[in-house]
T-cell receptor, first 114, second 115 residues
Framework: EADIYQTPRYLVIGTGKKITLECSQT?????MYWYQQDPGMELHLIHY???????EKGDLSSESTVSRIRTEHFPLTLESARPSHTSQYLC?????????????FGPGTRLTVT | AQSVTQLDSQVPVFEEAPVELRCNYS??????LFWYVQYPNQGLQLLLK??????LVKGINGFEAEFNKSQTSFHLRKPSVHISDTAEYFC?????????????FGAGTRLAVHP
């Protein structure tokens, strides 16, 4: 069973607030990812990281930012939340190496901005 | 660019009936294919994967999928479904680009199992 955690699971917050979504994994994976998923839609990659101090933007443009100061921790921050940020955010990680490895997903954070 | 098409957005089926969830992909290079399941209010869980070798892949919970290169398909099957199989199922294709293991997901198929 994958050991990847996300907090909070649900968050309702007002427009303009700063928020941080937490993601942690205990598997020692170097690669971590953030996806955005709207209801009934596919997942879109918004950020990824190969390791500490490495972060890249994904395929879907996002106003959020990420940091990777520790291997196990990959938080996502929105400086000023807007209703358009309402979505589910999923964090994932995968093994290091040149091969193809499956990604392990956390339970997600469902964000609602009012 | 790679893409994944899940041909059915919803599949209703009665309990103990067989089911097939269809997935087609487009790619000009080697492909690695995955099926994930998402139960309500949860993250994604890997059902099975195809990396190489036998084209028939067996996964967890009695699911299996067949990789068909000529038809660029990777359909998911189960011979007899249970109520507990009700969930969203995502097909995904993976490739390595610049050392980055990238997953591209289909839009998902909602499987609804009725008693």
């Amino acid at each position: 069973e994958a050991d990847i955690y996300q907090t909070p699971r649900y968050l309702v917050i007002g427009t303009g607030k700063k928020i941080t979504l937490e993601c942690s994994q205990t598997m020692g994976h170097d690669k971590m990812y953030w996806y955005q998923q709207d209801p009934g839609m596919e997942l879109h990659l918004i950020h990824y990281s190969y390791g500490v101090n490495s972060t890249e933007k994904g395929d879907l443009s996002s106003e959020s930012t990420v940091s990777r100061i520790r291997t196990e921790h990959f938080p996502l921050t929105l400086e000023s939340a807007r209703p358009s940020h309402t979505s589910q955010y999923l964090c994932a990680s995968s093994e290091t190496g040149a091969g193809i490895y499956e990604q392990y997903f956390g339970p997600g954070t469902r964000l609602t901005v009012t | 660019a790679q893409s994944v098409t899940q041909l059915d957005s919803q599949v209703p089926v009665f309990e103990e009936a067989p089911v097939e969830l269809r997935c087609n992909y487009s790619s000009s290079v080697s492909v690695y294919l995955f099926w994930y399941v998402q139960y309500p209010n949860q993250g994604l869980q890997l059902l099975l994967k195809y990396l190489s070798g036998s084209t028939l892949v067996k996964g967890i919970n009695g699911f299996e999928a067949e990789f068909n290169k000529s038809q660029t398909s990777f359909h998911l099957r189960k011979p007899s479904v249970h109520i507990s199989d009700t969930a969203e199922y995502f097909c995904a294709v993976s490739t390595i680009s610049g050392g980055y293991n990238k997953l591209i997901f289909g839009a998902g198929t909602r499987l609804a199992v009725h008693p």
